[in-house]
């Protein structure tokens, strides 16, 4: 039974791709490697390739080049009847919100080869490859990360035009003088605005606003 279990493998980091697709092989599951595509468009191509193969259990990365996140093939992939194994460097932070959309675990890249491969294993024979409390302790660290980040994306929210400008300037490395002399202000007024933004997003200092602003993942077209 094991041996006709066909997996698909989805990574865009070749020499990890290439060992795991090579390791699945040689225990006697039907792999397969399939090419990350360079455009995030290219989904439901990748999806249609994919189910045609039909596969049992996908090992997936969340992080996938150009192509983006994988979390969005998860729940398709499921849906189609294919169990998910998430395979990631990805932080912790993050696995939760992969259960949630149907992964039935997620395992860290640095860990020993020989524990995806029983996980595999244990997926193929039918077996829960996850206890309840790991997955409620994921999706609760999930959960916190998420409402930590809705407050300080709202704080950012709370900038003027002119302030999110500035904090653009800090992160790329300006200081107030290389922004007064660009905009040819002075930097009396630049200062202004770099107190502006401290209060307004609850630190001291510009080195913490700009540490918040890469923590909320925030660029200035977003807004």
């Known amino acids: 039974m094991t041996e006709r279990l066909r997996l698909a493998v989805l990574d865009d980091h070749q020499l990890f791709a290439e060992t795991l697709t090579l390791a699945l092989g040689q225990e006697g599951f039907q792999t397969r ?3 990350v595509p360079e455009q995030p468009g290219a989904t439901e191509d990748l999806l249609r390739e994919m189910n045609r193969f039909r596969p049992s259990i996908a090992l997936v990365d969340l992080s996938l080049g150009r192509f983006g996140s994988g979390l969005r093939l998860v729940r398709p992939l499921v849906t189609a009847g294919t169990a ?24 860290a ?10 996980c595999v294993r244990d997926l193929g024979q039918g077996r829960t490859v996850i ?7 994921l999706v609760g660290e999930w959960q ?5 980040q809705a407050t300080l994306r709202a704080r950012l929210a709370g900038l003027s035009s002119r302030e999110q400008e500035v904090l653009a300037q800090l992160m790329e490395g300006h200081t107030a003088r290389d922004i007064a002399h660009e905009w040819i202000v002075s930097e009396a007024t630049v200062r202004t605005q770099i107190r502006a933004i401290l209060t307004k997003l609850e630190v001291s200092s510009q080195l913490a606003a700009v540490v918040l602003a890469n923590q909320a993942g925030w660029t200035l077209d977003q807004d």
Request: hydrophobic share 35%; net charge negative.
């Open 109 to 118: 890249k640095t860990a020993p080869l020989q524990e995806i491969l029983d």
């Open 84 to 107: 998910v194994l998430v395979v990631t460097s990805a932080p912790r932070s993050q696995w939760g919100e992969c259960l949630l959309h149907g992964a039935s675990r997620v395992i």
């Open 144 to 148: 916190d990360g998420s409402r930590e």
């Open 33 to 35: 490697r399939f090419a």
């Open 131 to 137: 206890d309840p409390e790991e997955y409620a302790e």
